[in-house]
């Protein structure tokens, strides 16, 4: 029992990038570098111009994060690895209030391939007009709009059951959504994270895919990122 007591508590204060199945805390790009065909990320359909770029303007932790400029459909296919199980997904988004002029997306495709076919399973809509962000799917699922937390970094979390087709989409510790996951047919997976604006500029760091462990949910864990810092350019 105590064996089994010592695993929880590490599984307690590991960081999530120790646990990851995936993460990118985009560390090892040099500053300005597009991430066409680099580390797993491209442009939707494999457009070099969709893409997006590492940037040492802002970082949650450490000097990196990944920016996701104006013209920016910057997506990061799993070819097989998340069909199965539970999984959180956890990023943390900067959006600056004056940067915010157009649509902003967080998306997840349950299918993705270049060219199609495509399903959208997560769709998290940074409304520019009420200032709030929505579940787009949120009428076959518990949903309700939450207001955007401008100017500092702010947690994106979803929780995944891919046994039941079930999610639980969380934005700066309140939930958003949850409810059923393959809502439009498709498979229950994750295929693909898209990072899509129609023409504002927002900033993401510390991606993290993993596990959800029964011993993590039975402790009430809640997000699993860094307690991060801003960093603006001289």
């Known amino acids: 029992m105590k064996k089994a007591i010592i695993v929880i508590a590490a599984l307690a204060i590991a960081p999530a990038s120790a646990l990851a199945q995936w993460s990118d805390d985009f560390e090892s790009y040099g500053d300005g570098q597009q991430l066409f065909n680099v580390g797993g ?6 457009t070099q111009g969709a893409s997006g770029n590492a940037t040492s303007a802002y970082a949650h932790t450490g000097n990196r994060s990944i920016q996701a400029h ?13 069909t199965s199980g539970q999984w959180t997904l956890t990023a943390w988004m900067l959006l600056n209030r004056n940067d915010h002029t157009a649509a902003t997306y967080f998306i997840v495709n349950n299918q993705y391939n270049h060219g199609g076919p495509y399903s959208w399973t997560i769709e998290m809509n940074f409304d520019v007009g009420s200032g709030t962000v929505i579940d787009d799917f ?3 699922r518990n949903a309700a709009p939450l207001a955007i937390a401008y100017d500092r ?11 039941n087709d079930t999610q639980t989409t969380w934005y700066d ?16 997976e994750i295929a693909n994270i898209d990072l899509f604006s129609t023409g504002a500029v927002s900033y993401f ?8 462990p029964s011993a993590l949910a039975l402790l009430g864990i809640g997000g699993l990122g860094f307690a991060g810092r801003r960093r603006r350019r001289a």
């Open 205 to 212: 760091d510390d991606f993290n895919i993993i596990p959800a």
């Open 41 to 46: 990320w491209t442009g939707w359909d494999d």
């Open 173 to 188: 510790g309140q939930q958003l959504s949850t409810g059923v996951l393959a809502y439009n047919g498709g498979p229950a």
């Open 138 to 140: 949120g009428s076959f």
């Open 70 to 82: 104006s013209a920016a459909d910057a997506i990061h296919p799993f070819s097989g690895q998340f």
């Open 153 to 163: 970094w702010a947690e994106i979390r979803i929780d995944f059951d891919l046994d």
